[in-house]
């Protein structure tokens, strides 16, 4: 299957490991560019060294801690300003730290709510232009 690919941009959140990571990976294998987005520089740095570039992509690093979300707003505005939108949104943040749960049950629930929606209100919609071109009729 082509994806076609070639000349689009991905922002990936979540990207320095794991699932996010594959993602990127993939993402880059197809022929996209990737902006990687986490909190770890070293990391990123790490992941954007061994990403594909074969068909001429470049990749970028983004940081912000998703728990923080004006740091989200910070990096987005960023990104947009330098480079403009993207096409692609991997929305691929963490949750609550491995191991042992060790705060009240309310707690720890809001934590997947602040990873998910943070980088998503309002950021998405500014960020892709795929969230701005208005439906098709079917």
Do not use: Y
């Not at 986490?38 to 470049?58: F, H, I, P």
């Not at 060790?102 to 919609?125: A, F, K, N, Q, Y």
């Amino acid at each position: 299957m082509d994806l076609n690919l070639l000349g689009k941009r991905a922002l990936v959140c979540g990207s320095s490991q794991g699932i996010g990571r594959a993602c990127a990976e993939q993402l880059a294998d197809l022929g996209a560019s990737v902006v990687l987005f986490s909190r770890d520089r070293e990391k990123l740095d790490k992941v954007r060294e061994q990403l594909n570039t074969s068909a001429g992509q470049t990749h970028t690093v983004l940081l912000a801690d998703f728990a923080q979300p004006a740091q989200v707003k910070t990096s987005v505005e960023r990104l947009l300003a330098e480079s403009g939108p993207c096409e692609i949104l991997v929305n691929n943040t963490g949750g609550p730290a491995p191991g042992r749960r060790t705060v009240p049950i309310p707690r720890l629930l809001s934590t997947p709510s602040t990873c998910i929606w943070s980088p998503i209100r309002p950021w998405c919609r500014r960020c892709c232009r795929a969230c701005r071109r208005p439906p098709t009729a079917a």
